[in-house]
């Protein structure tokens, strides 16, 4: 089974019920998996031309991106 990209977590506003909704609804904290970050930047590096000086620049920000996003 796949996890989705997102998921929104639904706190109680006692902050003692945690759950996990579908669908984000008020006072919900959404998180987003890393592997479908990874995945992207990943697939937006491989689509620039690299012959171009703004490619390059495009590159190395997402670069930066993707070692940010590893560390975490």
């Not at 890393?34 to 997402?62: C, H, I, R, Y």
Request: net charge negative; charged share 30%; glycine share 6%.
């Amino acid at each position: 089974m796949k996890a989705p990209d997102k998921i929104y977590i639904n706190v109680h506003p006692l902050g003692v019920d945690y759950s996990i909704v579908p669908i984000p609804d008020f006072g919900c904290v959404e998180y987003i998996r890393k592997d479908a970050l990874l995945e992207w930047t990943k697939k937006e590096m491989k689509e620039w031309p690299s012959e171009s000086n703004t490619a390059q620049g495009v590159k190395m920000g997402l670069t930066l991106v993707l070692d940010k996003i590893e560390s975490l």
